[in-house]
């Protein structure tokens, strides 16, 4: 396999993904998340296209069991700003529709609602990210990603299409993000599922934080006590139930299905990336 490749959830240890393959088109993203966990990927921030990627991805899809499920994409974003003009991701889509999977597209970007008409046609959910639902702040933590309401707006479009769509609402920032997450909540009530989870550092992140909140990365240091796996630092158990227990709580007032990711808190959801509306 080239590019389709089985998905390896950094190993972590508290992964409960289902058995999934994961497909970047791109390589690298510019959206430059100061969180973001794909930054061990050298040359993180600078967007490449691969080579040779059409005919490779149609060898890949050929040799996959029938009604595998591909998550695209979790090391990158499927729908940089270069996406509107490149449409390497459209192109995908249009080869992918021709073979027996099951697609999870995991974005940030509302120019996913452009590919309706290719999605429409496929076995799909959509996932997008909201964090925070001020610019100010998303202009912080996420700089060139599109905004939040751009993106809850492509969520709504999507839904009304017919379209499962997921919530991810995560990372949930200590100190920075726990106070917008329910206003996030409240604006994408519409939604088919959430997954949530708080931010996991490791060292480079730490470091970017750093370089944005100052005072932030001081308090990160007493709080970040545990290590999991090898490289990622977390917060003790009870104090991420707190950060995570008010989007438990209006979930379920709501009647929204939700999950987390690498958090190890049971949860009642058929999965926890949402694929089960697949
Ligand atoms: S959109 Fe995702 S892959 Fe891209 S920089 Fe942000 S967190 Fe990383």
């Known amino acids: 396999m080239y590019y389709v490749k089985p998905f390896d959830p950094w ?11 994961s497909f970047n088109p791109y390589t690298g993203c510019a959206h430059n998340c100061i969180y973001c966990y794909a930054t061990y990927i050298p040359r993180f921030h600078r967007l490449r296209l691969k080579r040779d990627l059409f005919r490779k991805l149609k060898s890949d899809l050929r040799k996959l069991p029938p009604n595998s499920l591909i998550s695209m994409s979790n090391s990158s974003d499927p729908y940089p700003q270069a996406e509107k003009s490149l449409e390497i991701t459209r192109r995908c889509l249009e080869i992918m529709r021709d073979y027996d999977i099951r697609l999870l597209i995991v974005t940030k970007s509302d120019i996913v609602t452009r590919d309706i008409d290719l999605l ?5 959910a959509v996932s997008i990210t909201v964090t925070c639902i001020s610019d100010c702040m998303a ?3 996420e700089p060139n990603a599109p905004k939040p309401k751009d993106r809850i707006d492509a969520l709504k479009k999507l839904k ?3 379209i499962p769509v997921i919530l991810r609402l995560d990372p949930v920032i200590p100190f920075l993000t726990e106070s917008e997450a329910l206003k996030v909540l409240e604006a994408c009530d519409f939604v088919d599922h959430v997954v949530t989870s708080t931010l996991k550092l490791r060292r480079d992140i730490l470091a970017r934080f750093e370089r944005v909140f100052l005072e932030l990365a001081e308090r990160y240091r007493i709080i970040y006590t545990e290590r999991v796996g090898k490289s990622y630092y977390y917060m003790p158990r009870e104090l991420r139930f707190k950060l995570l227990k008010p989007i438990i709580e209006r979930c379920e007032e709501l009647g929204i299905s939700y999950a987390f990711c690498r958090e190890g808190f049971e949860f009642k959801a058929k ?3 949402g694929s089960h509306l697949i």
């Not at 190993?11 to 393959?21: A, G, R």
């Not at 429409?120 to 799909?124: L, T």
């Open 120 to 124: 429409s046609e496929m076995r799909c």
């Open 160 to 162: 009304d299409a017919g």
């Open 11 to 21: 190993k972590s240890p508290l992964c409960t993904c289902p058995p999934k393959y």
């Open 139 to 141: 202009s912080k933590i």
């Open 271 to 273: 999965s926890c990336d």
